[in-house]
Every structure is written in C-alpha cells, then in structure tokens.
C-alpha cells in the first residue's frame, strides 16, 4: 500500500521556472521529511515539518505541511540544473525517524 | 569523513549464493536501518536496530538476516538469493527525526 503519493511522478523543466511538487496521503504523520536523491547517492534529508500549516524556507526552497498533517508540497522558485534529483517525502508516525513511510517519488530534471 | 559507509558499493552474483553487504556509521546514533530501493525508486524499510536490538522487522523473507555486533554496525546477510531480490539496499542511522543514508549497494543477481 502506497501511504504517500506524490505528483507528478516526472517534471521536467526550463533553468528559470518555478515548479511544485506534491505529496498526498489519507494519513495523519506528526512530522513530514522531504529528501533528494542524486543518481549512485543515498537520499540526503532538506527538511522536517512537524506543525499542522507550518512553512518552511530553505534559499529557493518552500517546504509546507498541510493543515491536517496529511499532505506537504515543495515550492522551487527560479530552478536551476543544481535542483535535479529525485526528491522523496517521508511520514513518520511518531516522534522519531523509527518508521518512516516514503512516497513515490518525483524525478525532476532542470535543463538549462 | 564518510558518515555512513556501505560495502560494496555494487554486487552481481548468482542464484542461489550467500553473500553480505556491510554497514558502518560514524555519527554516534543509536538507531540504525538497513532500506530497499526497488527499479522504480520506491524505498521501504526493511529493518531497525535501536542500541543494537531489533524495533522494527517488516514483511521481509527470513532469507534476510540483519546483525548488530555494535551500536556503529549492522550488517546484512542474505541467504539463497533470489532474481526478486536485485535492488538498491541502503544503510541508513538516526538519532532524531532526520535519517543519515549510505550511498547504497547494488545488488543484481543473475
């Protein structure tokens, strides 16, 4: 069973645009991770949202987590060829890292 | 430097044969994961060792048997490999939320 779902599962786009990716789920976490992966690398963590609303910056980066903790979406302004990857959400239902469920990825390419 | 270091890094081997991939981390966490990263990218936890003792066990065939000689490793020993086993396998550790991953292992089994 997918718990997260993300969309869409491809993006490709210009140097420049701003892009959203989105990650669904029917389930509540009380934290939500978001992840790049780099071809041949392990994924390396960009952020963790723990609060219902909370918002997130990091540089050219928007990270947002649902009201109901259910959903989150990354916001990339002005993407550059540095920003492709795969980038990965991960729930967690606890208050650690013990159990986390990851969605279903998004592979973005940037050409420039 | 290495956080958390794998090896190997790739492993092509045959139907049927033993073999081990092995994990190290060096940033004092006490919970350590071993992951499955299957063709399309879809990542799930296989096993969790807290302080060298098994949490979590997912649906995982028993073939698959992970060891924690010490709270820095966990290795992973799988038996009568099978062609359904060719994946990426990451090591991974934590001490809070955020999870530290290895580069992973390759394995394709032919």
């Known amino acids: 069973t997918q718990l997260l779902e993300q969309s869409p599962q491809f993006l490709s786009i210009q140097e420049g645009e701003n892009l959203t990716v989105y990650c669904n789920s029917s389930?509540?976490?009380?934290?939500l991770q978001w992840y790049r992966q780099e071809p041949g690398e392990g994924p390396v963590l960009l952020v963790t949202?723990?609060?219902?609303?909370e918002v997130k910056k990091l540089k050219r980066l928007t990270f947002q987590f649902g009201d109901a903790r259910k959903d989150s979406s990354l916001h990339i302004t002005a993407a550059q060829p540095g920003d492709t990857g795969l980038y990965l959400c991960?729930?967690?239902?606890?208050?650690?890292?013990?159990?986390?469920?990851f969605g279903t990825g998004t592979r973005l390419t940037v050409i420039p | 430097d290495t956080a958390v270091s794998q090896t190997p890094k790739y492993l092509v081997t045959q139907m049927g044969n033993d073999k081990s991939i092995k994990c190290e981390q060096n940033l004092g966490h006490d919970t350590m994961y071993w992951y499955k990263q299957d063709s399309k990218k879809f990542l799930k936890i296989m096993f969790s060792y807290n302080n060298k003792e098994l949490i979590i066990n997912e649906t995982v065939p028993n073939r698959f048997s992970p060891k924690s000689p010490d709270k820095a490793h966990l290795n992973l020993h799988i038996n009568s490999l099978e062609l359904g086993d060719s994946a990426v396998y990451f090591c991974a550790s934590s001490q809070a939320r955020g999870i530290t991953f290895g580069s992973g292992t390759r394995l394709t089994v032919v």
């Open positions: 389930s509540v976490f009380s934290s």
């Open positions: 991960a729930g967690a239902r606890d208050s650690g890292a013990n159990n986390l469920f």
């Open positions: 949202v723990v609060t219902g609303g």
